[in-house]
T-cell receptor, first 113, second 108 residues
Framework: DVKVTQSSRYLVKRTGEKVFLECVQD?????MFWYRQDPGLGLRLIYFSYDVKMKEKGDIPEGYSVSREKKERFSLILESASTNQTSMYLC????????????FGQGTRLTVV | RKEVEQDPGPFNVPEGATVAFNCTYS??????FFWYRQDCRKEPKLLMS???SGNEDGRFTAQLNRASQYISLLIRDSKLSDSATYLCVVNKSGKSTFGDGTTLTVKP
């Protein structure tokens, strides 16, 4: 079974803190993604990566950065957490190609106070 | 206008009912199409891929109309366990765009 693992299920951080969300996949997938999911707004793409050390901005990259030093690991960084970044964060991975399924991690519920 | 639009519902139906969800997408260059299911407080999981020829998996039938840029999902003989949010997903060059989801509640 494909496994995408996010480092935490729940996190509480203070405004202004630097926050790291980690994601690891075990299927040698080329593509990795970070989404946030908010009620009424659905899943929105923050950043994605097609290869090691490559990254591309998604639809809402402001306030976030990412790191992909190894193929299996994709990190999302909140440089200075703010209350409007309180959300559910979902990591996903997929193989290269048009007709490919994305596999999701279990999600991290981040609360910024 | 959103790239992928779905009726948010909610759809409340009795067990045994047939229910249909619709989805439209704006990018005519989109390459592949999926329906995902998301249970409350869980991650989305693939329900089925969607093809122009239509495809069926048990009680579920998915259809794609490229000319109208329209995707549908039909659920027959609804079960209590079908209660979830159904997400329409459109892929282009490996990048997935999700609809906001349609919430289904099946009641006894």
């Amino acid at each position: 079974d494909v496994k995408v693992t996010q480092s935490s299920r729940y996190l509480v951080k203070r405004t202004g803190e630097k926050v790291f969300l980690e994601c690891v996949q075990d299927m040698d997938h080329e593509n990795m993604f970070w989404y946030r999911q908010d009620p009424g707004l659905g899943l929105r793409l923050i950043y994605f990566s097609y290869d090691v050390k490559m990254k591309e901005k998604g639809d809402i990259p402001e306030g976030y950065s990412v790191s992909r030093e190894k193929k299996e690991r994709f990190s999302l960084i909140l440089e200075s957490a703010s209350t409007n970044q309180t959300s559910m964060y979902l990591c996903a991975s997929s193989t290269t190609g048009g007709d490919t399924e994305a596999f999701f991690g279990q999600g991290t519920r981040l609360t910024v106070v | 206008r959103k790239e992928v639009e779905q009726d948010p519902g909610p759809f409340n139906v009795p067990e045994g009912a047939t229910v249909a969800f619709n989805c439209t997408y704006s990018n005519s260059a989109s390459q592949s199409f999926f329906w995902y299911r998301q249970d409350c407080r869980k991650e989305p999981k693939l329900l089925m891929s969607v093809y122009s020829s239509g495809n069926e998996d048990g009680r579920f039938t998915a259809q794609l109309n490229r000319a109208s840029q329209y995707i549908s999902l039909l659920i027959r003989d609804s079960k209590l366990s079908d209660s979830a949010t159904y997400l329409c997903v459109v892929n282009k060059s490996g990048k997935s765009t999700f609809g906001d989801g349609t919430t289904l509640t099946v009641k006894p």
